[in-house]
């Protein structure tokens, strides 16, 4: 009965057709690797907005065009 | 000084007074089983898109359609 | 198909039987209010050393001891 | 950039090479369906005791045994 | 490799500026403290409606009116 | 009243002094760029396994040895 939760930026559109295929990935993977039920299995997909998101001490953006140079 | 956070899925309009009756229950609830302060006790309800929320290996509308058949 | 998580401190010995009765209660206040499947109802309950628990810009028992003089 | 939280009980000894499959597993999958740099993706697993987790308003354990009925 | 998520209520118009500040400052302190990587560090912020925040038994702005009386 | 939560590897003993340089620095940092109330802060650090940390599509120790080379 796991519970994954998987946080994203928000942004290029992200179609509902993408968010099945994570869903279904994640939860055969938890099956396949630990016979867990996928009927049990839950998935919960967050989108964060770009300003909401830091790495390398940086909002996102920042970061992605700090590492371009 | 508990920390609760419910995520249910975004729909059907969850009015103001259903979310202030989730955090009086909870907060309630951890008082009279554990003995918890309210005045320290926080619960925050994420409300979740339909697409985003995954059981079964599918998305949760057609989770749902599938167990009516 | 809610999640609930609920983060507590590490102490006092909490029972089976509280753990228990945590998530019957809040599995029927969101069947209540929100008119969940409790079947599909997912109550994950995270016990935290007090040590790594800060409110007041304090550790826990700090907080508690200043707040009692 | 994801991040992503993987909730399982914990039982059944869980080998760090699980662990690391789940990691791999989940990194690749935001790589394929999202085109996600898996040099920017976090994975962190959380192992629960099974009085902590909770389903169908019964600690899992209970649950697990109700529905064999 | 640190994950640090902060959740504040959705008020006041929150800039990119005082995000930025909220990622630096996370990041720094966690250097500072532990030593840990700037460039492995993610900080997340959620916004989080008013409605869906609750501490004292009740959602935030009554909890405030009534603290002011 | 912002939640804050810190996750690190289980790592070269973090001692209670260093938990309570990251509360009282997250508590403070909320309060001076967001104007927070610090006694309504709350920080939850939790300490994860190195097996159970993932990034780079491996396990942190596996990531680490891989950047050294």
Redesign the interface.
Known sequence: ?????????RE?N?T?A?????????????RD??G?D???????????DL??????????L??RAQRQK
Chains 1, 2, 3, 4, 5, 6 share one sequence.
């Not at 796991?2 to 994203?8: D, T």
């Not at 968010?19 to 279904?24: Q, W």
């Open positions: 009965m796991p519970y994954v939760n998987i946080k994203i930026t290029g992200v509902a993408q968010k099945a295929s994570l869903i279904k990935g994640t939860t055969e993977l938890l690797v630990l867990k996928p009927n049990t299995t839950m998935v919960v997909i967050d989108e964060v300003d909401n998101w830091g790495i390398g001490a940086l909002p996102a920042e970061f």
